[in-house]
T-cell receptor, first 114, second 110 residues
Framework: DSGVTQTPKHLITATGQRVTLRCSPRSGDLSVYWYQQSLDQGLQFLIQ???????AKGNILERFSAQQFPDLHSELNLSSLELGDSALYFC?????????????FGPGTRLTVL | DAKTTQPPSMDCAEGRAANLPCNHS???????VYWYRQIHSQGPQYIIH???NNETNEMASLIITEDRKSSTLILPHATLRDTAVYYC???????????FGAGTRLTVKP
C-alpha cells in the first residue's frame, strides 16, 4: 500500500460524457501527478500539480483538465469522452522535492468508454 | 523516447537471483536511475533508485557501472510474487517527467 488513494476503481461511461477521477496523495506530499496507461501507449505522464499550482504538463489533451485543492487532493476531469480514452489512469504523489521526491503511485482508476 | 533500453522479457527460477539489465548510455550527470515494477494492472511500485553508487534496500540491489551507462537491478531471491513488468527510468532530481518505456516482463517460475 503506497498511501495514495484513488476513486473510483472502475468507471464505465459512454462516448461524449464527462467524468471526474479523484486522487488523495500520501500524507505530507505536496505534488500530485497524473498518468494514463493504455494498451498501445504505455504509461504516459499527463500533468503535475504542486501545492495547488500546475507545475508541468505532459501529453494531456485539451479535453482533459485537472486541479489540486487546498487539502491537496486532486481531480482529473475528462470530457467529450472518446473510445480511445479507455485506459488506466494513475495518480502518483511525491514530497515535492523536499526529500527524495520519489513518486508513489495509487492503485488506479480503470475507465471504459463504450 | 524513454532514454533506456531493457530486454522485453526474462525468466527466473524461484529462489534464484533475478538480474535485470538496463542500458542508459545517454544519461546526464544529474540524472538518477529509478526502478519501478508493475504487477498486472496495479499501480507502479517504487523499488529503488541511485545516482552513481550501488544501492541496496529491503527489496533489491541496484548496481550502476562506473561510467553510469548501464545498471542492473538484482532481486536476490525471486519469488512467484516478483513476476511483473520492471521499468528502468532515468530522471533528473525534481524532474516531473518520468518516462516509462516498455520495461522487462520478468516471469518467476517454480
Amino acid at each position: 500500500d503506497s498511501g495514495v488513494t484513488q476513486t473510483p476503481k472502475h468507471l464505465i461511461t459512454a462516448t461524449g460524457q464527462r467524468v471526474t477521477l479523484r486522487c488523495s496523495p500520501r500524507s505530507g506530499d505536496l505534488s500530485v501527478y497524473w498518468y494514463q496507461q493504455s494498451l498501445d501507449q504505455g504509461l504516459q505522464f499527463l500533468i503535475q500539480y504542486y501545492n495547488g499550482e500546475e507545475r508541468a504538463k505532459g501529453n494531456i489533451l485539451e479535453r482533459f483538465s485537472a486541479q489540486q485543492f487546498p487539502d491537496l487532493h486532486s481531480e482529473l476531469n475528462l470530457s467529450s469522452l472518446e473510445l480511445g480514452d479507455s485506459a488506466l489512469y494513475f495518480c502518483a504523489s511525491s514530497d515535492g522535492g523536499r526529500g527524495t521526491d520519489t513518486q508513489y503511485f495509487g492503485p488506479g482508476t480503470r475507465l471504459t468508454v463504450l | 523516447d524513454a532514454k533506456t533500453t531493457q530486454p522485453p522479457s526474462m525468466d527466473c527460477a524461484e529462489g534464484r537471483a533475478a538480474n535485470l539489465p538496463c542500458n542508459h548510455s545517454t544519461i546526464s550527470g544529474n540524472e538518477y536511475v529509478y526502478w519501478y515494477r508493475q504487477i498486472h494492472s496495479q499501480g507502479p511500485q517504487y523499488i529503488i533508485h541511485g545516482l552513481k553508487n550501488n544501492e541496496t534496500n529491503e527489496m533489491a540491489s541496484l548496481i550502476i557501472t562506473e561510467d553510469r551507462k548501464s545498471s542492473t537491478l538484482i532481486l536476490p531471491h525471486a519469488t512467484l510474487r516478483d513476476t511483473a513488468v520492471y521499468y528502468c527510468i532515468v530522471r533528473a532530481y525534481n524532474n516531473n517527467d518520468m518516462r516509462f518505456g516498455a520495461g522487462t516482463r520478468l516471469t518467476v517460475k517454480p
